[in-house]
């Protein structure tokens, strides 16, 4: 599939996408954004995204509990 080119430092803007495949462990993309998330936690830079992210990711859960 590829790979992402990582910042030394910054900030790393992401769309739902990238949190709903990472939550749901959905391959590839799940295997292609892992190395993001561990450099996030080392601090390598910062992960931003907009208060829409939280909604989109929301939908599921709120239509499951209905």
């Keep these: 599939m590829g790979i992402i080119n990582l910042p030394d430092f910054g900030a790393v ?8 495949y990472s939550i749901e462990r959905i391959d590839p ?3 292609l954004l892992r190395p993001l998330w561990e450099a996030a936690q080392t601090e390598q830079f910062e992960i931003i995204c907009s208060e829409l992210v939280v909604l989109e990711t929301l939908v599921k859960f709120f ?3 209905g």
């Design 13 to 20: 803007c992401l769309d739902t996408n990238c949190f709903i």
């Design 29 to 31: 993309f799940y295997s």
């Design 63 to 65: 239509t499951r509990t």
